[in-house]
């Protein structure tokens, strides 16, 4: 089993910055890949950002469009970098994580992953 925490929302104005970090436990050395996703209320939970733990190679919404980053800090944990903050970033965020030897489809579906965190709130203030 893996486990995965989050940290780091909180409460930001518009424009500003905010860091998430997902630290994974347990099993963490069975992971291949590592994704974001957050859930705005009464909305669907939706794909942000993705990032292979071996190459390093990322994926983004569209709507990040430049504003956001995923980045390894280290074997266990897997950040998201947010910039340039808009109130429709507020949402629940939380991190996935899929399990190795699974098919990868991009990494955009939740239903390819595997373990998820429990989220972290980050509401975008005017």
């Known amino acids: 089993q893996v486990q995965l925490a989050e940290t780091g929302g909180g409460l930001v104005q518009a424009g500003g910055s905010l860091s998430l970090s997902c630290v994974a436990s347990?099993?963490?050395?069975?992971?291949?890949?590592v994704g974001w996703f957050r859930q705005a209320p009464g909305k669907e939970r939706e794909f942000v950002a993705a990032i292979a733990r071996g190459s390093g190679t990322t994926d983004y919404a569209d709507f990040v469009q430049g504003r956001f980053s995923i980045s390894r800090d280290s074997w266990t944990t897997i950040s998201l970098h947010m910039n340039s903050l808009i109130l429709d970033d507020t949402a629940i965020y939380y991190c996935?994580?899929?399990?190795?030897?699974?098919?990868?489809?991009?990494?955009?579906?939740?239903?390819?992953?595997?373990?998820w965190g429990q989220g972290t709130q980050v509401t975008v203030s005017s």
């Open positions: 347990g099993r963490a050395f069975t992971l291949s890949y």
């Open positions: 996935a994580a899929h399990t190795m030897g699974r098919t990868w489809n991009g990494g955009r579906s939740p239903t390819e992953y595997d373990f």
